[in-house]
């Protein structure tokens, strides 16, 4: 094999090695995705789950530091997360569409729906 194609089968490996950091590693660690109360937005004791701030405004918490990772908050309605860009992805029309990995959502709390008897009558042991 000459120089030539080698370096051309090296330069073609460094391609797909760098495609896939840009998509971002399928078996990569995935964070948490913890959920808690927009109440304890505010005061949230980042060190509970291994994070830390790295950067603050008169909101609270603007960046943190999770394994390595920075993740920047946004906001919508009422719900207050921090995520992060970890690749993208072509949707059905062949747009690119970034994707993102939440660490934590601070949201209101889900509503809670009644139990159909059906369902009820299954685990207290009496469907037939």
């Known amino acids: 094999m000459d120089l030539q194609t080698q370096q051309l089968q090296a330069m073609n490996r ?6 896939q950091i840009a998509q971002g590693d399928p078996n990569a660690p995935k964070p ?10 505010p005061n949230f ?15 609270g918490a ?11 908050r946004k906001s919508k309605d009422e719900d207050i997360w921090f995520n992060r ?3 993208q992805t072509q949707d059905s029309n ?13 949201g209101r709390s889900a509503k809670v729906k009644s139990i159909p008897e059906e369902i009820r009558e299954l685990y207290n042991g009496r469907a037939g």
Do not use: C, H, M
Request: aromatic share 14%; proline share 3%; no cysteine.
């Open 14 to 19: 460094i391609a797909d090695a760098l495609e």
């Open 32 to 41: 948490p995705k913890f959920v808690r109360s927009i109440a304890e937005f």
């Open 45 to 59: 004791d980042w060190g509970a789950i291994n994070a830390t701030v790295v950067k603050s405004d008169r909101y």
């Open 62 to 72: 603007a960046i943190v530091k999770f394994e390595g990772k920075e993740y920047g």
């Open 85 to 87: 860009k970890v690749g």
């Open 94 to 106: 062949g747009q690119t569409k970034p994707v993102y990995e939440v660490l934590i959502r601070f």
